[in-house]
């Protein structure tokens, strides 16, 4: 198996568009998980503003974890390449394996936004703050 990481914000943003319509920002930054030349991973991130970042994480179906070069890469970059003080990111209520991925990452909740789901329910605001952070 050939595993590498990849930096292509319009790749990563296709594969990533496929779990959760997230509209393309010229100013994305894309990271993948490339595994025998298909991307099983991916990672957006958007609107830094010197303090926070959003990232957009999907993984392919039947997929329940990535490997941890790509973790560390992944939270390496916003917080160490960037000086980020936290990412931040936002769920469905509905979604549980998103759900359940994010909390197992680390981030935890940090507001819920009722009614502001695409089904009408909630969406969890998710937060990951450096200290926090296990991965660098």
Not at 112 to 119: C, P
Request: proline share 4%.
């Amino acid at each position: 198996m050939t595993r590498r990481i990849v930096s292509d914000p319009v790749r990563v943003w296709e594969f990533v568009w496929n779990f959760t319509p997230v509209p393309f920002a010229q100013h994305m930054k894309g990271l993948g998980l490339e595994q025998d030349g298909e991307l099983t991973a991916g990672v957006l991130y958007e609107k830094w503003n010197g303090v926070n970042i959003w990232a957009h994480i999907a993984l392919a179906p039947g997929r329940r974890m990535v490997c941890r070069e790509f973790l560390r890469y992944g939270f390496y970059y916003p917080f160490v390449e960037l000086g980020c003080r936290r990412i931040s990111g936002s769920v469905e209520a509905s979604n549980t394996a998103s759900r359940q991925l994010t909390e197992h990452l680390g981030f935890r909740q940090e507001a819920v936004l009722h009614g502001a789901a695409s089904d009408g329910g909630a969406v969890i605001l998710y937060v990951m703050r450096r200290e926090d952070c296990r991965y660098v």
